[in-house]
């Protein structure tokens, strides 16, 4: 066998990382298998899963390794041996009979009784794995269409009951590879998961990320096909040029801040401007709350913005809908018609949801080719769906997709792997971001922030820049509580972290 490299560990400053869904990767495993001798891909499956347990599992004075009866569970009995050759205390627990599986899986089960390795079947009553102990997961993997059952399911539990370490091969069992949803009650909180062949979308978004934990890839020297989607790389940023000037830079027209809701305009506002654009304008809907900022001096305040000529809102980039209330409705039709580069978000969202004309104006930008981004939250993006945020949730690269079919425009879904769909591109899920970023505010800096930096750039891809913007957000989340810090990323702090971010 050719000596393979090491797994990788799937870094957010590396990549973007090809991902593959259920359909995708179940492809490359048939044509790996297709190209290989018998047995080996499951070898080379097996010592992928032994380095990476030598690595990160280290000083355990029993590694358990829960196997099902398919090839995620002979991947499991190949490392158990493996182990067992190392002189590591070694348990596999049987959690189904390998003996009635594929090829693969019986000849793994027979090699390890060979071996030696202590083999005997899942016992529900067995006392669970303590923190001086390790857990392998390779109960279901790819193989899962539905939620786990009978002494799988107990199998599940029983890992999730103890407080030992866990490295789930491929998945952590229970979790959908495409949809990041646990597929039942039962769901392994993988410590460390080692996806092979592929990278599956499902360990980035929704639950997935919580479940997966720290995720490397190895892809046990196979090519893979072409991906369903892509896992974010960081993005570039262009200092500006020695001769450059503020007129260079765009403007940034910023629309919202209804009575009651100003500050959600102004936080956008200023995260344009931290974003490098060169002008920003605040047009608030709160004529109260329309004028200057102390605190921002070097914004400008612009009453009744929208109504300025066409060929002013086709050189603009217009930041719509931050704290706009019921109010911004009566903006939308100038904007949707007119704006050169226009970000939607939050209440703007709502109205064109429930207006079928500010619907069609908003499909008619696509056409003219005035590029739009949308920027939803999961309720957001099922008003617009006309569906329930539980099933834009049951699978979010599906909604992002059927949002960027119904409005022509690019979608950021925002969730935990944000995910940035665009009209003939793969959707780009995200890899950055926290809990620090769950707090009131934080989605009208990242409208802003892309506002800003599409101006500044006004000749980049949207959805390159959409992704690039939403990573840098979740990379300032990243770096907060890198820093020790406990609690939420203040959204009047967040866009300066981003800067610094960046």
């Known amino acids: 066998m050719p000596t393979l490299p090491y797994p990788v560990m799937v870094d957010a400053?590396?990549?973007?990382?090809?991902?593959?869904?259920?359909?995708?990767?179940?492809?490359?495993?048939?044509?790996?298998?297709?190209?290989?001798?018998?047995h080996v891909l499951m070898t080379r499956a097996g010592t992928a899963v032994v380095r990476l347990a030598l690595a990160r599992l280290a000083g355990a004075s029993r590694v358990h390794v829960v196997c099902g009866p398919g090839n995620n569970g002979g991947?499991?009995?190949?490392?158990?041996?493996?182990?067992?050759?190392?002189?590591?205390?070694?348990?596999?627990?049987?959690?189904?009979?390998?003996?009635?599986?594929?090829?693969?899986?019986?000849?793994?089960?027979?090699?390890?009784?060979?071996a030696g390795v202590r083999l005997s079947p899942f016992d529900p009553d067995t006392p669970v794995p303590t923190a001086d102990e390790a857990v392998i997961d390779g109960l279901l993997g790819l193989g899962l269409h539905r939620a786990p059952e009978g002494l799988v399911a107990a199998a599940v539990g029983w890992v999730g009951a103890g407080s030992a370490p866990v490295l789930s091969i491929d998945l952590p069992s229970g979790l959908h590879p495409d949809t990041g949803q646990a597929l039942g009650t039962a769901c392994v909180r993988a410590t460390v998961t080692l996806s092979l062949l592929t990278l599956k979308p499902g360990l980035f978004t929704a639950h997935g990320r919580d479940?997966?934990?720290?995720?490397?890839?190895?892809?046990?020297?196979?090519?893979?096909?072409?991906?369903?989607?892509?896992?974010?790389?960081?993005?570039?940023?262009?200092?500006?040029?020695?001769?450059?000037?503020?007129?260079?830079?765009?403007?940034v027209l910023v629309v919202g801040g209804a009575r009651g809701l100003a500050g959600a305009a102004w936080l956008a506002a200023d995260a344009a401007l931290q974003a490098g654009a060169g002008r920003v304008f605040v047009s608030a809907l709160d004529a109260a709350a329309a004028g200057f900022d102390a605190g921002r001096p070097e914004l400008m305040a612009r009453e009744r913005a929208w109504q300025a000529?066409?060929?002013?809102?086709?050189?603009?980039?217009?930041?719509?809908?931050?704290?706009?209330?019921?109010?911004?409705?009566?903006?939308?039709?100038?904007?949707?018609?007119?704006?050169?580069?226009?970000?939607?978000?939050?209440?703007?969202l709502n109205v064109i949801a429930r207006e079928l004309p500010l619907q069609a104006l908003l499909r008619s930008r696509a056409a003219l080719r005035r590029p739009t981004i949308l920027t939803p939250h999961p309720l957001e993006a099922a008003r617009l769906l006309g569906c329930s945020t539980k099933?834009?949730?049951?699978?979010?690269?599906?909604?992002?997709?059927?949002?960027?079919?119904?409005?022509?425009?690019?979608?950021?879904?925002?969730?935990?792997?944000?995910?940035?769909?665009?009209?003939?591109?793969?959707?780009?899920v995200n890899p950055t971001g926290n809990g620090a970023l769950a707090t009131a505010g934080s989605g009208d800096v990242l409208a802003g922030w892309i506002g800003g930096w599409w101006a500044r750039r006004p000749g980049v891809d949207p959805a390159e820049l959409a992704a690039g913007a939403v990573w840098q957000?979740?990379?300032?989340?990243?770096?907060?509580?890198?820093?020790?810090?406990?609690?939420?990323?203040?959204?009047?702090?967040?866009?300066?972290?981003?800067?610094?971010?960046?």
Do not use: Y
């Not at 995720?215 to 072409?226: E, H, Q, R």
């Open 309 to 348: 000529s066409a060929s002013e809102l086709e050189q603009s980039t217009v930041v719509c809908g931050c704290g706009g209330g019921v109010d911004v409705g009566a903006t939308l039709v100038p904007l949707l018609a007119h704006a050169g580069r226009l970000v939607l978000d939050a209440d703007a």
């Open 473 to 502: 957000h979740g990379r300032a989340a990243d770096l907060h509580v890198a820093a020790g810090h406990r609690g939420p990323l203040r959204a009047g702090a967040l866009a300066k972290a981003m800067a610094q971010a960046r």
């Open 75 to 114: 991947d499991g009995l190949v490392a158990a041996r493996l182990l067992h050759g190392q002189g590591v205390r070694v348990q596999a627990h049987l959690a189904g009979d390998p003996s009635r599986g594929p090829a693969d899986a019986r000849q793994a089960l027979a090699e390890a009784r060979d």
């Open 13 to 38: 400053r590396g990549g973007p990382w090809a991902l593959h869904d259920a359909s995708a990767s179940r492809i490359a495993e048939a044509d790996a298998l297709a190209r290989s001798p018998g």
């Open 391 to 428: 099933a834009v949730q049951a699978d979010r690269l599906l909604a992002a997709r059927s949002l960027v079919e119904r409005t022509g425009a690019v979608i950021v879904l925002k969730g935990s792997g944000t995910v940035t769909a665009a009209p003939g591109a793969l959707p780009v």
């Open 211 to 251: 479940l997966a934990g720290e995720v490397w890839f190895d892809a046990l020297g196979v090519t893979a096909s072409p991906p369903s989607a892509w896992l974010a790389a960081p993005p570039r940023w262009d200092p500006p040029a020695h001769d450059s000037h503020k007129g260079a830079h765009g403007d």
